[in-house]
């Protein structure tokens, strides 16, 4: 009996050190309170979990603030799983986008650091939050902590009722991009809300799940200091859905708690988040929808986010199914930020385009010693700062493309410009209209850095640059759809001198410019560079396009002065016409012939590949015959032909040959008559 009671308190005391104390599990979150515009981390602890326990992380918005989270009203923002005592890894570095245990070690407790730099994501809207963790395995009892936001207390405000609101969150956007939120809160229960916010231009826009927001016609306003500016907002009424599910490969595990947004081809915007299953029902309009899913909190999950949008057609009625994959990374890209005084740059986005397919995306954040990293896969990716966060610090920043490799972590360090100049202006058109809502580039060809920016709803626009000589000019095909020429303005900006005052002018394109690119005996060419060129009033203005199958191409132009040209046709084996000089005043018609180029003279490469003996290798033209000759002085040469033959497919023709020792010779390579 003593000896069944010894056994069965080991076996207890055993069982508690293996598996913990189910149901007395601790969360801590600190700061337990943040303002909308926190940039930092916030640490969470979970303690009492069984040794080397899996755990599950998710933050709710509790649009009550009773605490406590409700199926139906209370909305997942984010999800993450960790393991105690495990940091993900890649190539034997930390992927730093994921959280992890930090302390490393297997103890029933995990201490994680959670990025909460995004200022302008929706987890930054001010009110009622609530972080859970559980147990898959149902090991301990399910353990919630309450969490806020608040509202910044500016002396300005915008306030106002929603009508039809319900478990709805207002938002102020950036009108240029209105994906930049700047402020949010969650509106009351009658659809009231105050909105403390900076001063500036903005444009209002509530969020509610079941609703469409009609952002085409969203309210733009204009916050003065101390102001307080009333507007009241509206839905739109949804008739049909988007439903499916995230994730992480064909037949992979769903990704809950990642913010989904869907614009429509008509202006139309739609938020949501996919639940615990990774499932997203969306309720919309009939028209032609782009998804757009938070690569941040993707990039969280060790997944890719994605380049492109992904397009769905809900004009015929609601659509299900849509399942939506993306890719675990399996490489990491690595490094950190410094300006030109070696200095840490913290708090900036990096964000990586795969050129493989063109299809994902990377994104990460340097912490405060300027690191980061990026989860990818393998192919080569086009890294760079994100040019609105960096500019927002201060800095500029220029593009790298690196070569990743599977189950490895590949270096990439970024140098930085600090700003210290500022550049203001205004873009508009040739009737004296402002041209909103456009991207605008500047490019210092010295240190190969760019900025970009969005003209204002006036058609203002304010670059931060440093000392050096701008090119200045905007999306080539965002003017083209506008009808518009883009200028091409230098503007030599000195170190601390600000500008003011600096004007484009856009030409209407309202002529088209069209012809065929043909050979001598009028065979089509394909994939050519067709551009022009016009100087009017000392502005330079461009505008290009390509031949197409039948080797046509046409393209908008404005009236004026032209000079068209085609861009190098060698390597296509033809010779580069002169350009031509037109003068547009309607439609017009320009075409062109060219003809073959000359044969190219071939080279020839020598080198030693034993004693006494040599090896040649001749490169022309592709299945041509060649004649190798060979003499033994240059003064009243006598050449001896050594070899007469025809170069493989690639143009390439190999020979050795063993001269009589201790004599010179001398090689030449000619077309064989």
């Known amino acids: 009996m003593k000896l069944m009671k010894l056994c069965s308190s080991f076996l207890a005391a055993w069982l508690g050190a293996a598996i913990g104390n189910a149901g007395a599990a601790g969360l801590t979150v600190t700061p337990a309170a943040v303002s909308n515009l926190y940039s930092g981390a916030l640490t969470v602890q979970i303690t009492g979990v069984p040794n080397g326990a899996a755990v599950v992380v998710r933050m709710f918005r509790d649009f009550n603030g009773n605490g406590a989270v409700e199926a139906g009203a209370d909305v997942l923002i984010k999800q993450f799983s960790l393991t105690d005592g495990t940091i993900p890894r890649i190539g034997g570095r ?18 994680v650091s959670l990025d909460f730099r995004n200022v302008g994501g929706m987890d930054h809207v001010a009110g009622k939050y609530i972080f859970q963790v559980t147990s898959p395995t149902s090991a301990f009892v399910p353990v919630l902590v309450p969490f806020t936001v608040t509202a910044t207390a500016f002396p300005q405000s915008v306030t106002g009722t929603v009508a039809g609101a319900s478990n709805c969150v ?24 105050t909105l403390p916010c900076p001063v500036g231009q903005f444009t209002v826009v509530a969020l509610q799940a079941g609703s469409v927001t009609d952002l085409a016609n969203a309210p733009q306003l204009t916050v003065g200091a101390t102001q307080t500016v009333a ?10 859905t988007i439903s499916g599910t995230l994730l992480d490969g064909p037949g992979g595990a769903p990704l809950p708690g990642v913010p989904v947004s869907a614009q429509s081809s008509g202006g139309n915007l739609v938020q949501g988040f996919t639940d615990g299953a990774g499932v997203f029902n969306l309720s919309v309009l009939g028209d032609m929808w782009n998804l757009d899913f938070s690569a941040a909190e993707l990039a969280r999950l060790g997944c890719l986010g994605f380049h492109q949008a992904v397009v769905v057609d809900a004009r015929a009625g609601s659509v299900a199914g849509s399942d939506v994959t993306t890719l675990r990374a399996t490489g990491l890209i690595y490094g950190r930020m410094t300006d030109e005084s070696s200095q840490a740059v913290a708090g900036a986005y990096i964000t990586g385009l795969d050129l493989t397919l063109y299809t994902y995306a990377a994104f990460g954040t ?12 393998e ?29 490895a972590a590949t270096a990439q360090d970024h140098n930085v410009r600090r700003v210290t100049a500022v550049v203001k202006g205004r873009l508009v058109d040739d009737g004296g209209f402002p041209v909103p809502a456009l991207t605008l580039v500047a490019t210092e060809t010295t240190f190969n850095l760019r900025k970009q920016v969005v003209s204002g709803p006036d058609g203002t626009f304010e670059f931060g640059l440093f000392g050096g000589s701008w090119s200045v000019t905007c999306d080539e095909f965002e003017a083209e759809m506008r009808g518009l020429l883009a200028p091409r303005l230098t503007v030599a900006v000195q170190e601390n001198v600000n500008q003011n005052g600096v004007e484009l002018f856009f030409q209407r394109s309202t002529f088209t410019i069209s012809g065929t690119v043909t050979n001598a005996t009028g065979v089509p060419i394909t994939s050519i560079y067709v551009s022009g060129s016009m100087n009017a009033g000392g502005t330079n203005y461009q505008t290009s396009g390509f031949t197409i199958n039948d080797g046509t191409y046409s393209f908008r132009v404005a009236p004026g002065n032209w000079q068209f040209s085609l861009s190098s046709l060698t390597d296509q084996g033809y010779q580069n016409p002169a350009p031509q000089d ?10 062109w012939s060219v003809t073959n180029a000359p044969p190219q003279p071939p080279t020839l490469a020598i080198r030693a590949v034993a004693a006494g003996r040599f090896e040649l290798t001749l490169t022309g033209q592709a299945n041509t015959q060649y004649t190798i000759d060979y003499a033994g002085n240059l003064t009243n040469a006598v050449w001896t032909t050594l070899l007469t033959n025809s170069t493989d497919p690639a143009g390439v023709l190999v020979q050795e040959d063993t001269p009589v020792a201790g004599l010179p010779r001398f090689y030449r390579a000619r077309l064989t008559p």
């Open 170 to 193: 207002v938002v102020l956007v950036n009108p240029a991009r209105p994906a930049e939120v700047i402020v949010g809160t969650v509106a009351a229960a009658n659809g009231s809300y």
């Open 379 to 407: 192919g080569d990716w086009f890294v760079e700062p994100r040019a609105d966060r960096l500019g927002a610090l201060g800095y500029l920043g220029r593009t790298a493309v690196v070569t990743a490799t599977a189950a």
């Open 94 to 111: 930390t992927n730093v986008n994921v959280p992890a245990d930090l302390d490393g070690a297997v103890n029933g407790a995990l201490n």
């Open 231 to 240: 507007q009241d907002l509206s839905f739109l009424n949804s008739d049909r």
């Open 582 to 591: 037109v003068v547009v005043a309607g439609d017009t018609v320009v075409n």
């Open 366 to 377: 340097t912490d405060a010693n300027g690191n980061y990293t990026l989860g990818v896969t």
